[in-house]
């Protein structure tokens, strides 16, 4: 029997002068259990970053966030908490989800510029319930989703994913 639990985030990893987010939904059981963003080890979120900024594939956690922030890479989920059983982004009860406070975090980042989706779900919550509400105050900011990096997601070769996730390199 599946259990339901009312997830939480984490806080984001950030600078203060980030010109990029990459936004998740919700952390998975993997990555709630180790408190770390992709934590799961088929997610493929941390092998594409080190292949897109050409570094060593890196064990420590640490490291790994320091690779995005020497980028001015953030990294956050669209939900706050949401109730999911399961660790799958199709078992989010859309019901129960809280979007993070975006306004709050824009106001504190003003040089993001750009943001991606990592995978469907983020984007499809984010454009459907937070950009609606702060369109308006931050129109300098792009969107744009990314294949998902999640195990779950394995439609597209790991080759394929990366030729599309570079565009965060590319496109500075």
Same mark, same amino acid.
């Given at each position: 029997?599946?259990?339901?639990? &009312?997830d939480?985030?984490?806080?984001?990893?950030?600078?203060?002068?980030? /010109?990029?987010?990459?936004? !998740?939904s919700?952390?998975?059981?993997?990555?709630?259990?180790?408190?770390?963003?992709?934590?799961?080890?088929?997610?493929?979120?941390?092998?594409?970053?080190?292949?897109? $900024?050409?570094?060593?594939?890196?064990?420590?956690?640490?490291?790994r966030?320091?690779?995005?922030?020497? &980028?001015?890479?953030?990294?956050? /989920?669209?939900f706050?908490?949401?109730e999911?059983? !399961?660790?799958?982004?199709?078992?989010?009860?859309?019901?129960?989800?809280?979007?993070?406070?975006?306004? /709050?975090? $824009?106001?504190?980042?003003?040089?993001?510029?750009?943001?991606?989706?990592? !995978?469907?779900?983020?984007?499809?919550?984010?454009?459907?319930?937070?950009?609606?509400?702060?369109?308006?105050?931050?129109?300098?900011i792009?969107?744009?989703?990314?294949?998902?990096?999640?195990?779950? &997601?394995? !439609?597209?070769?790991?080759a394929?994913?990366?030729?599309?996730?570079?565009?965060?390199?590319?496109?500075?």
């Amino acid at each position: 029997m599946t259990r339901t639990t &009312h997830d939480r985030c984490f806080p984001p990893v950030s600078r203060k002068d980030a /010109d990029t987010l990459i936004l !998740g939904s919700l952390p998975g059981r993997k990555s709630l259990e180790a408190q770390q963003y992709y934590a799961h080890p088929q997610n493929a979120f941390w092998k594409l970053m080190a292949a897109i $900024f050409e570094a060593q594939p890196m064990a420590d956690y640490e490291a790994r966030t320091r690779l995005l922030l020497r &980028h001015r890479i953030a990294l956050w /989920d669209v939900f706050a908490a949401a109730e999911r059983p !399961g660790s799958l982004d199709s078992d989010i009860v859309n019901a129960t989800a809280e979007a993070n406070d975006f306004r /709050d975090f $824009f106001r504190a980042h003003p040089k993001i510029r750009r943001v991606f989706f990592n !995978g469907k779900k983020s984007e499809e919550i984010f454009r459907r319930r937070v950009l609606p509400q702060i369109a308006a105050e931050f129109p300098q900011i792009t969107y744009e989703g990314l294949p998902s990096t999640s195990p779950a &997601h394995a !439609g597209l070769s790991f080759a394929r994913k990366l030729e599309k996730w570079r565009v965060i390199r590319a496109s500075r």
